[in-house]
């Protein structure tokens, strides 16, 4: 069960992700740029936003922010968030469904 505290800040970071214009990838501010990547898939779509949202505000900032979805994924079930999210910088993707795979 998540706390008062928690749920403010999710509530922060999905306004931020839904209405934010401010860009934030490619900012110089480390001297050996990275690229963040990571994946999501069913139900976690809906909220992978608010993950996005904390690392588009983080000081140092990724040379790029690329999110991979399955490609069955139909355009009409991105989030208004994540369109906005590419708008401000990050990438999405699209990659067969490979099943799970160990690491």
Known sequence: MSTLPDRKREARLALLARYSKR???A???VTRPFIVSLTTY????????????TLL???V???RLILWIDDSVKDRE???ALRRQSRRGL???RAPD???IPK
């Open 23 to 25: 860009p934030r990838t």
């Open 27 to 29: 900012l110089p501010a």
């Open 42 to 53: 069913g139900e976690r779509l809906k909220r992978v936003h608010i993950a996005i949202e």
């Open 57 to 59: 505000g983080q000081t």
């Open 61 to 63: 900032q990724p040379l």
């Open 78 to 80: 991105i989030s208004t």
């Open 91 to 93: 990438e999405i993707r």
């Open 98 to 100: 490979l099943g799970p």
